[in-house]
T-cell receptor
């Protein structure tokens, strides 16, 4: 089955700097890769996703890149702000088979003012 | 529109008691998922519903855990004879159509504490 690894487990950056979180997956059949942000006491919220037919997707300060050959994808946050502080989870799945939704262990991002 | 809702938001129970956790998915979403999140940990998949049927129960940790979904909408996760290791946040998510998109929308979770 699918296995998703995520690095780093914790990340501290200065406000205004960029943050990068990387995930690797094992199943080459996976074709959908979402990123979720979880704030304290709340459920995970989708922030961006990418499908395997594209290599990069951007939404304002957030971007995700996908390398299918290497089986890894990364979240990039530019111009970080204190409100970006949260736990970020990546996931991988095979579209059409919802039960194969596997999450990474999470990255705790702290943006220092 | 309304998002995924879960109740109760917090539940404190004594070891050995049964508990029921409820999830109301987004209206029209056919797929529903239950996850468990222990303190500071990632999301552990428990069970997945497509409509009222559960094609994947592989994540349920023991036979003390069961779940049902009625009318293709509300789902209940039941934990019998609770143990202290069951203490966690139980998250529910729903998605519109796994054949078209796997985007899952999460509820706020139920924090279960077993004393």
């Amino acid at each position: 089955g699918e296995n998703v690894e995520q690095h780093p487990s914790t990340l501290s950056v200065q406000e205004g700097d960029s943050a990068v979180i990387k995930c690797t997956y094992s199943d080459s059949a996976s074709n959908y890769f979402p990123w979720y942000k979880q704030e304290l006491g709340k459920g995970p919220q989708l922030i961006i996703d990418i499908r395997s037919n594209v290599g990069e997707k951007k939404d304002q300060r957030i971007a995700v890149t996908l390398n299918k050959t290497a089986k890894h994808f990364s979240l990039h946050i530019t111009e970080t702000q204190p409100e970006d502080s949260a736990v970020y989870f990546c996931a991988a799945s095979l579209m059409g088979y919802g039960q194969n939704f596997v999450f990474g262990p999470g990255t705790r991002l702290s943006v220092l003012p | 529109g309304a998002g995924v809702s879960q109740s109760p938001s917090n539940k404190v129970t004594e070891k050995g008691k049964d508990v029921e956790l409820r999830c109301d998915p987004i209206s029209g979403h056919t797929a529903l998922y239950w996850y468990r999140q222990s303190l500071g940990q990632g999301l552990e998949f428990l069970i997945y519903f497509q409509g009222n049927s559960a094609p994947d129960k592989s994540g349920l940790p023991s036979d003390r855990f069961s779940a049902e979904r009625t009318g293709g909408s509300v789902s209940t996760l039941t934990i019998q004879r609770t143990q202290q290791e069951d203490s966690a946040v139980y998250l529910c998510a729903s998605s519109a159509d796994p054949g078209a998109t796997d985007t899952q929308y999460f509820g706020p979770g139920t924090r279960l504490t077993v004393l």
